[in-house]
């Protein structure tokens, strides 16, 4: 497997646990929006530290988006991204992955799950072709829903955020369930797109064929 160092070039804040890292792009590399990559810090002990983050910037564009949620409450490395600063380096490998657009339908997310699909809906926005698709987010609070004014502007009521904790009433209140798929979907018919924690991902893709979905029409990392 192929190596490459990049740059950190910028770093944003997206929430309050969560970093944008806009990093330098190797020649000739490319990946298709939903796939990810291993990443590595390159420094001495933590270079063989690989863990799966996603492209959330656009294969055209001239540096590579992370969109990594970074976890405070153990010693581990996003923690360790979480202290990097512009100009220090992140080591990638090949691409992969199995979230992959294969045409209209809702894309399910659970907190950081959904950044395989920054990608693909700012693709499809560019090439104008979001029509007849829709994002249902689950968080556990309004502070935590990543990239939600961007999510906003591109879906406007096809976007919709369920909270898990407290009560806001511009937003649904509870989690992903059987009743509610049923509230906000007509057609089981479609493709659905679930990514999130492992058990969030098996009890969708589950309750969704109870509901009548095909297995063929969920897409998801196996």
């Known amino acids: 497997m192929k190596e490459h160092i990049v740059e950190i070039l910028k770093l944003d804040n997206v929430t309050h646990d969560v970093k944008r890292f806009t990093t330098s792009k190797p020649e000739g590399y490319s990946f298709i929006p939903g796939q990810a990559t291993e990443a590595s810090i390159n420094k001495k002990l933590l270079k063989e530290e690989k863990r799966p983050f996603t492209f959330t910037g656009l294969n055209d564009w001239p540096t590579l988006e992370f969109t990594i949620k970074i976890y405070t409450d153990h010693h581990g490395v996003t923690e360790e991204l979480g202290n990097l600063k512009e100009g ?99 057609n089981f018919e479609q493709n659905f797109y679930v990514c999130g924690p492992d058990q969030f991902v098996k009890d969708i893709t589950s309750t969704l064929k109870k509901l009548g979905a095909k297995s063929d029409s969920l897409v998801f990392e196996k």
């Open 88 to 186: 220090d380096e992140l080591i990638i490998r090949d691409v992969w992955g199995a979230i992959n657009y294969k045409g209209p339908g809702v894309f399910i997310a659970g907190g950081a799950g959904v950044t395989p699909f920054i990608a693909i809906f700012r693709q499809l926005n560019k090439e104008d072709k979001l029509k007849g698709n829709s994002l249902i987010f689950s968080n556990k609070s309004e502070k935590d829903i990543i990239m939600n004014q961007e999510f906003e502007k591109m879906l406007g009521h096809n976007f919709h955020n369920t909270l898990t904790k407290g009560k806001i009433d511009k937003y649904d209140h509870g989690r992903i369930n059987e009743s509610y798929l049923r509230n906000k979907i007509s």
